[in-house]
């Protein structure tokens, strides 16, 4: 009897993650068929998505293992680049965009996973500040390295070269990542349902591992590393799955996104986007993913609903986010939604 | 229910200086400690520590306050590596082991300030415990594998049997940081117990609990040892507690063994009064 209260009661809060997601979707589906929605905000679908899922891995790192990560735009680099490679690779095999899309998203979630493996055997042996700082420069390396980073293919295969150019491609090659230039010529085949998708499998994938005995290990790592180590469990073991899992899903991410525009850098993914991602999952909540898709979606939107405010734009976007951090830890406000929704408020629960 | 051993048992020499119960010579002693200890830079924490723990022994390990009884347990559980000397558990070397390795080996523990997973409800931290006898990976959590759903519901089952020992069943759900002090405690022993161990390390157990408390919690300790047939080495300052159900002590000060014997041994050892009261009380 109590097991099936309480199954219910994270079942309910993950039902209504999923429910807010799926209504978000026919909604926004509705008012486009209607009509309803500006250029500006239609060209924002996908981005929204693929933050909202950054927000999400990185809620895994933050809110579920209890590390801070200041680099995990690195790993969305390394899943746009190589999905996007993969992508072009591919363009005359799998000529099914949506297909092509998933397989392309596969191989990027795959190289930041591996990313991620390797960061992570130096990174995870450091705790707090100390791990913190050397993610931040971790995705700046990453950051160097594509923008030094120069990738074609012709009828002789893959011809790679760092720094300068050197990649000799014959008539027909294709130079794929260009260095600083980036990658050009892409074809816009992410979509507003794609990046649905993507929630969905984000959001499937971080609940089931979270309430299974793996998510337990890792949540136990956080609560209590030396106790977790006295019951048997390898911390090192459970730190890398979290951070390696977060990752693969900011791989994905960073395919969609790159997928989206016909050119992007790696500038695009810098220490800026990092905090940024941050910014969704802190003021969501840690280890609340709900919180981590509104905000993740909300501060996506608000540059571009302030544009009125003209050069003012950021300052107003700030004021905003302090007032919001004001007020999401105002007990008199938290002890007022509580009685509204007729329930304990909690902060920092596993959602 | 409990049948507590409350008459002296006689302590038999084994090899090497230590000594176990009588009852439990037949079998080689679960735990045996050898010119175990540890410096930290020039202070030797621990020095020259021999110990043996019988099969089904309820051991005290006591001493002043400073005097390295912690230590001993963080060196036992490898929270500390040990500078010198060997410790072998059911006659293994447990070597260069992690805190984790020798978890599984078969020590569990509990902490004198009590850490446990204070976010997590009470039957996760159970579950915590028995972490390394849930048998299904990472994927099978993700895709819910039938796997997944067979193992949850043994673990559910097996987690609700160990609370009961403490009748802590209807506290399942709640969250282990929100427990009073007491129940905390409880928690703690039996989240070290669902990890199957053949040693169970209590560092003040009876801490911040009432004369009431403190004797049920000694019913339950021997309840503990006669259901699971386990061996049991505990810290404690409360001599009543001490006195009442340990079988063995050792006594430790400035890092060393001063004195080992049963309990009537101990508390007419001059060595042991001075130890706790000075020159003068030895007199």
Redo the contacts between chains.
Sequence with gaps: M??I??LSKTNRRQLLTYGVVILAYIIIQIMGGAGMLSSSLKGMLVPICAYVVMALSLNLTVGVLGELSLGHAGFMSVGAFTGVTASIVLQNVIPFAPLRLAVAMVVGAIFAAAAGFLIGIPVLRLNGDYLAIVTLAFGEIIKSIFNNMYLGFDSHGFQFSMITDNTRLEDGGRLVIGGPMGVGSIQKISTFTAGFVLILVTL??IF??V???????I??V???R??????????TKYKM?AFVTSAALAGAAGTLFAMNYSTFTANKFDFNTSILVLVFVVLGGLGNMLGSIVAAAALTILPEALRQFADYRMLVYAIVLILVMLATNNPTIQSYTARIFGKKHKK???A | MSKPVREPVKLVPVPSTNIIPERDVDKSPILECRHLGIDFGGLSAVKDFNMAIGRTEIAGLIGPNGAGKTTVFNLLTKVYQPTRGSILLDGRETGKMTTAQVNRAGIARTFQNIRLFDNLSVEDNVKLGLHNHINYGMWSGIFRLPKYWKEEKASHDRAMELLSIFDMENLAKTKAGSLPYGAQRRLEIVRALATNPSLLLLDEPAAGMNPSETAELMDNIVKIRDTFQIAILLIEHDMNLVMGICEGIGVLNFGQVIAKGTPDEIKNNPVVIEAYLGKKGAN
């Design positions: 109590a097991k209260r309480r499937f994938v089931n591992l309430h299974s005995r793996s998510g337990r290990a949540m136990a956080r609560d209590n030396i106790a977790a180590e006295s019951v048997g469990i390898n911390v799955m920092g629960g596993a």
